[in-house]
Nanobody, 120 residues
Framework: QVQLVESGGGLVQAGGLLSCAAS????????MGWYRQAPEKQRELVAA???????TYADSVKGRFTISRDNAKNTVYLQMNSLKPEDTGVYYC????????????????WGQGTQVTVSS
């Protein structure tokens, strides 16, 4: 099993940093990312990053958010700048994990979510 522990979030104004550390039965991690869910809306991708460091961003956060990762620590970060009230929501960490070198497919894991509330 794999556990994703998120930190950061809370009531923020201009910016903030989210962190998510994966631990447990991990041989390697594939893509890692952040999703968010606003009240009464579906969960959406915010940003994702490949093991090699190639990022993908939702159009709504491009130029404001930066995703990064530390492969040695199985940790992914989301630096959020120029926050807007519409960035408010529960942010979930996601990791796609290989448990062993013989796994033919990756397994999908989620963090418990951390609330980000942007004050106007």
């Amino acid at each position: 099993q794999v556990q994703l522990v998120e930190s950061g979030g809370g009531l923020v104004q201009a910016g903030g940093l989210l962190s998510c550390a994966a631990s447990g039965s991990i041989f390697s991690t594939n893509d890692m990312g952040w999703y968010r869910q606003a009240p009464e809306k579906q969960r959406e991708l915010v940003a994702a990053i490949t093991p090699g460091g190639t990022p993908t961003y939702a159009d709504s956060v491009k130029g404001r958010f930066t995703i990064s990762r530390d492969n040695a620590k199985n940790t992914v970060y989301l630096q959020m700048n120029s926050l807007k009230p519409e960035d408010t929501g529960v942010y979930y960490c996601n990791a796609r994990v290989f448990h062993t070198r013989w796994d033919l497919k990756e397994y999908d894991y989620w963090g418990q979510g951390t609330q980000v509330t942007v004050s106007s």
